[in-house]
């Protein structure tokens, strides 16, 4: 017990110094505001130089059309930037701490207290999951196209705290938990439909704000500022530094503490981490830059396509300054700036051609005419669409750690000493650990070490870095195969095929959750800055969304693949790949096939990687 309290103590207190770091620089900067002159914090924080000018010379006001929380133009000086990122950062590390301190060892309770086998507690939890990163769609729709993201945040949260609290109440209210005897438990169907519903709200909760977060703090630097966009850079990583602080807790503390104290409270814990989220959130509404919703970006698209049907015999002019774009500097689209010609996808251009049809009086029709800016960013969304599907395999093989990667530990030595045993589940803080060395260190010594070599000013491209993500992947699921190998040659060799636990420590799991942390700093912090990067201004988190939807994906194509092999391989009386007793099984079989999958998928990644064209943007926002 007093080696666990230890534990506990130390990561609350790891906690505690990231709340910390936050409030130190809420500090410096109001000293700096009550002193109300010229001066340079130097305070260590991400901003690639370890200090924070106070403000910038680059005129009072943003030029990429954000206002303040009034609805007034930002002011550099007032809003954005790191003094309101940090208010994100805090946000995003209590939420990821509920999320995962509820979802991490989430198979273990389908498997446990809702008594589901293996395989239906791990398709249980990839479908889940998978639906956790397709609602996203629905809050980047609505934070695009009408309540911007800062209300987008602020109404789903609500949901997200009332899901948590039904499932903290499922499992802790007598007659709403199962009841359980002999460490057997018997759910109701009704008790098994709380738990559901409480997790599909908070799939929707979450799903309402996950493609806001990290498209609203990358928000508060102006691109047009060359400082601030570097700075920008910089956060998507921090950002996912944040995520794995609080995903490192869930997966120690919590889950310790779901499995020896009770799902009550470990349930408990992460609703009230998810209600200091929302106080974090909405404590820094002064200091944000809020980009305008710029209506309904499908619209726009579907215009787009149809103008461009209508006029399909039409011909597209050599000279693409005939295309038709208004004439003022800003664009039309609220809280965009234009967009320059590129010269692919040249079908959509036939809708900014001018035909005689056209020169009508009054405003152009918009299901005929289109401009050069709306036809860009319906092909910026073709543009990406293939890089975006080649991120599906990638989360197919991220998704393990959630479901077989348990499942294989669940089998293993779990004692840490001669006292204390850690759950399966717990392994995860190792790819959370993995997060955390690599972040810092990609920011702080890869990026300046490439820039030399490369004179990139990130290092790397955004594909380089998905790409190199996607390699490490292929190396984890064949360090997780050769050790299911290794696992089920000692199973055989001792005759341990009835032992719920063999003799071999946990601990041999370590590598293959250390590789994909470190992929996960390539691909997935590679991905977030790769598609709002490349998103037009307006369909920022719509396309922040879209990345998302690549976890979606991959978790159902997880459930696909383990219900098609189980199917398969269960043929004839057979036990399969994956039964309910792994130690008679072959997991090490389907760990392969995902590392075949892998290579695949690079491999038509760099083929698609060298066709990609990046966009180009213009002007000023409206």
């Not at 152009?364 to 395999?393: D, F, H, M, Y």
């Not at 060395?437 to 990026?447: C, E, G, N, S, T």
């Not at 399969?576 to 290579?599: C, E, Q």
Request: aromatic share 14%.
């Amino acid at each position: 017990m007093d080696i666990t309290m230890r534990i506990s103590v130390g990561m609350l207190l790891c906690f505690e110094s990231y709340l910390n770091y936050v409030l130190l620089i809420s500090v410096e900067f109001a000293v700096w505001k009550f002193m109300g002159q010229e001066m340079v914090l130097t305070i260590f924080i991400p901003d690639g130089k370890s200090e924070y000018s106070a403000f910038s010379t680059f005129g009072d006001y943003t030029n990429d059309g954000t206002v303040d929380i009034h609805k007034n133009p930002a002011n550099r000086k007032e809003t954005g930037n790191w003094k309101a990122c940090r208010f994100i950062l805090g946000n995003e590390c209590c939420e990821r701490l509920a999320y995962y301190g509820m979802g991490t060892n989430l198979v273990n309770y389908l498997e446990e207290r809702l008594n589901m086998g293996n395989v239906r507690a791990s398709n249980s939890v990839t479908n889940w999951s998978g639906t956790c990163y397709i609602t996203p769609l629905i809050g980047a729709f609505l934070a695009d196209s009408y309540l911007g993201r800062y209300w987008t945040i602020a109404s789903f949260s609500i949901i997200y705290v009332f899901g948590m609290t039904l499932l903290t109440v499922s499992a802790s209210v007598k007659g709403l938990k199962p009841s359980c005897e002999n460490d057997v438990c018997h759910p109701t169907s009704s008790q098994t439909a709380i738990c559901f519903a409480a997790l599909y709200l908070i799939a929707l909760g979450t799903g309402g704000i996950k493609p806001c977060v990290s498209s609203f703090g990358a928000d508060q630097f102006d691109e047009t500022d060359k400082t601030e966009k570097k700075k920008k850079s910089s956060f998507f990583n921090w950002f996912y530094f944040s995520i794995n602080v609080g995903a490192l807790i869930a997966s120690s503390v919590l889950v310790w503490i779901q499995m020896n104290v009770g799902w009550g409270w470990g349930f408990g814990i992460p609703a009230v981490a998810m209600a200091i989220a929302v106080v974090f959130f909405f404590s820094g509404s002064r200091l944000y830059r809020l980009q305008k919703p710029g209506g309904s970006a499908l619209t726009r698209m579907f215009q787009v396509v149809v103008a461009s049907l209508r006029k399909s015999n039409v011909e597209v002019p050599d000279d693409k300054s005939l295309l038709y774009e208004i004439i003022d500097a800003e664009c039309n689209i609220q809280g965009s700036r234009k967009l320059e010609h590129t010269g692919k996808l040249r079908f959509f251009d036939k809708a900014a051609v001018e035909t005689a049809s056209d020169q009508v009086k009054g405003a152009a029709n918009p299901w005929r005419l289109c401009t050069v800016t709306q036809v860009e960013e319906l092909k910026s969304i073709v543009r990406i669409l293939p890089i975006w599907a080649t991120g599906i395999v990638f989360s197919t093989v991220y998704s393990q750690m959630s479901t077989m990667f348990v499942l294989q530990g669940n089998t293993m030595d779990q004692h840490m000493g001669p006292r204390f045993k850690i759950p399966s589940a717990s392994l995860s803080l190792f790819d959370t650990l993995s997060v955390i060395f690599w972040a810092p260190v990609y920011d702080r010594l890869i990026v300046p070490f490439a820039r030399k070599h490369t004179g990139h000013e990130r290092g790397f491209t955004q594909l380089q870095r998905m790409g190199i993500g996607l390699v490490i992947s292929i190396f984890s699921m064949v360090v997780a195969g050769v050790l299911e190998v290794i696992r089920l040659d000692f199973v055989r060799r001792h005759n341990y095929y009835d032992l719920e636990e063999i003799p071999m420590s946990i601990f041999w799991q370590v590598p293959q959750y250390f590789l994909i942390g470190c992929a996960e700093v390539f691909t997935f912090i590679g991905q977030l800055e790769f598609f709002y990067d490349q998103a037009p201004d307006a369909m920022r988190s719509l396309c922040s969304a879209l990345s998302l939807t690549t976890v979606a994906l991959g978790n159902y194509l997880s459930t696909l693949l383990v219900t098609v092999v189980t199917n398969l391989t269960t043929r004839n009386g057979k036990l399969g790949w994956i039964p309910d007793n792994l130690n008679k099984g072959h997991l090490d079989y389907f760990y392969w096939l995902l590392a075949i999958l892998s290579v695949i998928n690079f491999f038509v990644y760099l083929w698609i990687s060298k066709w990609y064209t990046y966009k180009k943007a213009k002007g000023t926002a409206s």
